[in-house]
């Protein structure tokens, strides 16, 4: 269960992140609702004004959103199933439990943690398009293959 694959240390890495992430959004919120900046509300540190925008929907920094709650969740989730298979290693070891029961535990664990990874990039992507489609994007054709008569328009600025 516990092994030495190069993608665990990687989503392992990216929990940390995500967590960090998290903690700064929620010390970004409390700073916002214990002092008078909440009424003026939040500038983000970006010169430019669409990706100032884009920050401040994505950050959003009057309150917690479930989506992001549910990335700490996630990220947390990680690092405990880590922790859990290497206990769990041990038990199979010692045949104390046996490995069908290990599989039924982790499927368990796995499938509540995809159906969390979809929401949140299903939340992501939802902010991504209604946020660009308040942009000024210019016309952007794609030409798919060179013997097509017409480009697909994905952007009609």
């Known amino acids: 269960m516990v092994t030495r694959d190069p993608m665990l240390w990687v989503s392992r890495l990216w929990s940390l992140l995500v967590l960090a992430a998290f903690a700064a959004k929620v010390r970004l919120w409390w700073t916002l609702s214990q002092t008078a900046n909440a009424a003026a509300g939040w ?3 970006v010169a430019d004004p669409i990706l100032a925008g884009l920050a401040t929907q994505f950050v959003w920094p009057e309150g917690l959103p479930l989506w992001q709650f549910a990335s700490a969740i996630n990220a947390a989730a990680a690092w405990g199933v880590y922790f859990y298979a290497a206990r769990l290693r041990l038990l199979a070891e010692h045949e104390v439990l ?7 535990r982790f499927n ?3 499938a509540i943690r995809t159906a969390i990874t979809v929401y949140v990039i299903g939340s992501t992507l939802y902010l991504l398009v209604t946020t660009a489609a ?3 994007v210019p016309v952007l054709d794609i030409l798919i293959f060179p013997w097509s008569e017409r480009p697909i328009r994905l952007f009609d600025g």
């Open 43 to 45: 500038t983000p540190p």
């Open 98 to 104: 046996p490995e069908a029961a290990l599989t039924r």
């Open 108 to 110: 368990r664990i796995e």
């Open 134 to 136: 308040d942009l000024d």
